[in-house]
């Protein structure tokens, strides 16, 4: 059990398309971030909330990326044209030690 | 800027020996320093953490850390490590100013039995 749940666990798609992945933690939380890692690399913070607030974003999250956390309880990351460039794990995380879930393989084609 | 820096990119061991795995964070004010692994195909896992007091952490799996404030080291061992340790291992550190976890670049550890 890692206190988070991802959605899908795996998405294919083809460059340009636009992908949403989601998160929703298994108990509240006020706090939920966003990272990504790449083969081989440590996870990179992307974004993170505090409650429904988000309170950062990383300079690698570009205009195409968005993330939302409307009630403060899951959240939605959202890719615009996709790139083959995004492919990667993103990863969600809630609570200050960071459980950590189970990520969503995202692969563009 | 916050950044935490591991030494070993990829190490090799065999069953029984100890391992150290360094990690080094620059950082000046109050941090939280964590520990994660990574097995093959599996998702992060927490190891250990420090938050405050005893600068020695134990973990999970007979892994122990030792929280250096002087030297900003937070180093990772293990006396006697097995095949299944076999992982890649993530130091972290959480500032309570960014709120953010800063990952090092990880260490691929590789036991052979």
């Known amino acids: 059990d890692t206190g988070v749940s991802q959605n899908p666990r795996h998405k294919i798609t083809k460059r340009g398309q636009n992908v949403t992945f989601r998160c929703d933690p298994i108990?509240?939380?006020?706090?939920l971030y966003w990272y990504r890692q790449t083969l081989g690399q440590g996870p990179e913070f992307l974004t993170y909330?505090?409650?429904?607030?988000?309170?950062?974003k990383s300079r690698l999250l570009s205009d195409r990326f968005s993330a939302e956390r409307p009630k403060g309880s899951f959240s939605t990351l959202e890719i615009q044209r996709t790139e083959q460039g995004d492919s990667a794990m993103y990863l969600c995380a809630v609570a200050g030690e960071l459980f950590f879930g189970e990520g969503s393989r995202l692969t563009v084609l | 800027a916050q950044s935490v820096s591991q030494h070993n990119h990829h190490v090799i061991l065999s069953e029984a020996a100890s391992l150290e795995l360094g990690c080094n964070y620059s950082y000046g004010g109050t941090v939280n320093l964590f520990w994660y692994v990574q097995y093959p195909g599996q998702h992060l896992q927490l190891l250990l953490k420090y938050f405050s007091g005893d600068p020695l952490v134990k973990g999970i799996k007979g892994f122990e850390a030792e929280f250096i404030k002087s030297k900003f080291s937070f180093n990772l061992r293990k006396p006697s490590v097995q095949w299944s340790d076999t992982a890649e291992y993530f130091c972290?550190?959480?500032?309570?100013?960014?709120?953010?976890?800063?990952f090092g670049q990880g260490t691929t550890l590789q036991v052979k039995p």
């Open positions: 909330f505090q409650n429904e607030a988000q309170l950062e």
């Open positions: 972290a550190v959480f500032s309570g100013n960014t709120g953010k976890l800063i």
């Open positions: 108990s509240e939380h006020n706090r």
